[in-house]
């Protein structure tokens, strides 16, 4: 198992196989042909979660409204993104 930095560490301080697990631990699903982009679904709505090379954009549906799209610069600390994803729409 991967340990992760302390949850006020920004993004770009976290390798690779820490940002994995981070998404593994909230449920969230890796596509297989595209391992940049997670699957996260929850009760009343599901998000898209894609690391791109200056953020992670996250993509969330609700059942009720359209969908809203976010962008999360990789310097934000994994706790504010993390709380922000969970959120929801």
């Given amino acids: 198992m991967t340990t992760l930095p302390p949850e006020r ?5 976290h390798p690779l196989p820490a940002l994995e697990a981070w998404l593994r631990g909230l449920g969230a699903q890796q596509d297989a042909g595209r391992p940049e982009q997670w699957q996260l679904s929850r009760s ?3 998000a898209s ?6 953020d992670l954009a996250v993509r969330w549906l609700g059942e009720e409204g359209p969908q809203r799209v976010n962008r999360f610069p990789y310097g934000l600390c994994r706790a504010d993104v993390e709380a922000a994803i969970l959120a929801g729409p």
């Avoid at 560490?9 to 301080?13: D, E, G, R, S």
């Avoid at 979660?49 to 200056?54: G, K, N, R």
Wanted: charged fraction near 15%.
């Fill in 44 to 46: 009343g709505w599901s």
């Fill in 49 to 54: 979660l894609v690391f791109e090379s200056e």
């Fill in 9 to 13: 560490t920004p993004l770009y301080n």
